[in-house]
């Protein structure tokens, strides 16, 4: 898309697609993001439209200190890793149907 990414197996945690506005995005849930704008309405704030209501988060990157970043690029990162080993864990169709044979 022309920005930069982070990915975890392929899949997207955090990017710097608002860069422009000195905001990078991160992929929280809808709790997560509720909470982090709660504490620090200052660092984080959803992302408009139909992406923020489902977590997307802007990261006001000249507000957040190191520690803050890190906090919350590692949750996203957990997100996504999380839903990854949920998957691989989780027989899909054609492993069932093996099993079946």
Do not use: C
């Not at 905001?23 to 929280?28: E, H, I, M, S, T």
């Amino acid at each position: 898309m022309g920005h930069p990414d982070f990915r975890v197996g392929g899949r997207i945690f955090a990017t710097l697609s608002g860069q422009e506005r000195g905001r990078g995005v991160l992929k929280l849930t809808v709790e997560q993001q509720a909470e982090f704008v709660a504490e620090l309405p200052e660092v984080f704030e959803p992302v408009e439209g139909g992406w923020g209501r489902m977590g997307m988060t802007y990261l006001v990157l000249d507000r957040a200190d190191e520690e803050t970043m890190r906090a919350a690029l590692t949750t996203a990162y957990r997100n996504v890793e999380q839903k990854r080993a949920a998957k691989r864990t989780k027989p899909g169709v054609k492993a069932a149907k093996k099993r079946l044979r």
